[in-house]
């Protein structure tokens, strides 16, 4: 046997025991019966299929599609009803369904329903106090490859399910009475699906291992992802996706003690599990939560030793961002649990440690599932208790903080506000209507348009996570973004409350369910025109419903006040208009569709009846421009930045209704480009993009959006004359020991934070912003100087525009007083420069409307002003 051939699990100071590798070696050919991966020490009830029977063929022998994992699933329940219920808990994009096993023993199924709602209890101060935690058993979720290319873990979930279901003896049989098991197989069904169909289909039977064959080499945009290439590990906090959505509700239903996230790291790495690196915790995250993790860890270290799998910890990862679904257990009184499996990729590959099986990827995740759930069940008593202080102590916390409560809301736009509380109803948060109006912070909050959340509630930690602004860290390395404050994110107008300012007079009726605002027609039918403010989450939806109808609309450039609804009204910059003597439709059938679209977007649409104004433009003035329909496309393909290709995507798609096309970087050198009045470019690697047919095009009168790296690509190949500020590089030398190079480096890394531009509201990209800032996201070294004409910079960054999160200083000076957002006119075209990501994750509502305004009002923008 040769030295290479080696299978990884032996692990490398076993290599030159020839005998003993080659017994192990032999093992491993024979690895797919399930003698390889079960314990020996348990005997299985024949009447529970194994895995081969139901989605014909063993485990790690091929890539388990969503579809089969699922069939075993609905076969193991209907072999074992008594310990296993299968739950459908929604379906994805795709219309794969989310399925969730309940396992327990018998006889805790039989009273499931009562031991939930004492389980809950537990997150309840007010009532935690009575309840005997002696004999409640502990709910652990288990839940698997939420990164669909990283595969073990679903795998995995076939042999954590037939175990559970088909194990006899008294071993089982107590573990089953002291733990609720939540097993979810597939947290990313479309993207586990994707990337099954991708190994799977370059297999061959005589396996091959060199690391650049194509089965190791997804296509983009990989499977990775979710439909709309979004990653779910960051959606656990915002929500965006109705994947995340269905599963928190099961989450909160059970409130689990633990959950487990099984992922998959490089090829050449070993097993990692938390806790991870002590530094990177998240200060609302208490210390007992990284004991607790610790405590767990020691079953995970005993589980692997005894199959002799390499691992790690405390390093690589944290537990910062709330968004990861190994840190939203953490705030929620539970323990997160992440794993990162070396990953194989495909079949069998070979890598530092030798051949890296699939087999062996799977072992190690259920091998760790078996010591999660040991665990739970040897700590059952102190993870319990620890839910129940969780909550006690925050309630403690929460009375003695300073902030007593938040308010928030914004009049101009309800249907923004009502998708922020649907998300803090989602989050278990009590909000109340703001009874009384009340001034802070520079805002007025009015009753009608304003929510308050008290601090002194069960949720008090998440509320903190959601609403604090974050200014101090102890470490400069993030693992992923270093601030989210989500009022900022959804550009909603906030304020925190003290002792002084806050009572609970304040409080008015508690929400429930939130629904969007009732779209209208003020003032019936008219003869002569509507009008509608583009302040409106929806409004950009209403116009090209419109636009799509035939509808010939203007945008106002000026504020005007004219007379609708019987009485005297300002209209904003940005006011949409629709002449109805101009529309091919006559005035009832006009009448009917603006009903219809005011409804379907939450829209106040006015009828007026005369062009006169009472002051500003007249409507028929120069000044109301007409507005062309956007046909659009985006590029896409290899080299290009999939997540925040995805996110445009996700918002034209889900949330505007507007087609874009997918326009792939190797086919763009042969369509006809005539055809798209608008193109949108991504950070990504161009260099086979024809710049000059990009240039021609715009120069025909095209409107080129570009965000963040593409900012900077179109001005290096001379699309622009955007020019950029550069850090000093010469300076990083002889800072720091080599062995501490990666704080360095990862430091000036621009993980991600919230910086607060300047708008000058009166241009066509400030259109629906209500303030003379807008707040937006930055993760990248991006840092455009303002163009030499003023009005070509609409959003500029001034002297002081962190809000909140981590910058070093060298980055800081970089971005202080540099463009956000440029505009340049070239040719009878506009590029669009947007150095941020307006788009971020797809919960950064606050940057909808520059986004928006890029792609309708775009063409408009006075090209004087952009020279
Ligand atoms: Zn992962």
Redesign the pocket.
Known sequence: MRKGDSPKRTGILLRSLVLLCSVLFVRELTAQDLSYYLPDSFSYNPAVPKPKEVIHHEVGEWHVTHDRLVNYMKAIAAAAPDRVKLETMGFTYESRPQVLLIITSPQNHQRLEQIRQEHVQLSDPARSGSLNIDRMPIVVYIGHS??GN?PSGANASLLTAYHLAAATGKQIDELLNDVVILLDPAFNPDGLQRFSTWANQHKSKTLVTDPDSREFHEVWPGGRYNHYWFDL?RDWLPLVHVKSRNRLQWFHRWKPNILTDH??QGSNATFFFQPGVPSRVNPLTPAKNQELTAALAKFHAAFLDRIGSLYFTKENYDDFYYGKGSTYPDINGAIGILFEQASSRGHAQQTAHGILRFPFTIRNQFVTALSTLEGAKALRKEFLAWQRDFYKNAMAEANAATVKAYVFGDAHDKTKTALFLQLLRQQQIEVYALNNAVTADGYRFEKGNAWVVPAAQTQYKLIRAIFDKTLQYKDSVFYDITSWTLPLAYGIPYAELTAASYSPSLRGEPVGDVTLPQGTVNGGKSGYAYLFEWDEYFAPRALYELQQAGILAKVATNAFETTAGGSARRFDYGTIIIPVSLQEKNADELYELVQQVAQRNHITVYAVSSGSVLSGSDLGSGKMAVLSKPSMAMLVGTGVNALDAGEIWFLLDQRFGMPVTHLETGAFNRVKLDKYNTLIMVGGNYSELDKDKLKNWVQAGGTLILTEEAVQWAARNGITGVTFRKRNEQQQASVLPYAEREFFQGAQRMSGAIFRAQIDRTHPLAYGYNYAFADLFKSNAVFPEKNKNPWSNPFVYGDKPLQSGYITGENYELLKNSAAVLVNAVGAGRVISIADNPNFRAFWLGGTKLFMNAIFFGRIIDAASAR
């Open positions: 939420i990164h990283e590990n992922h998959e």
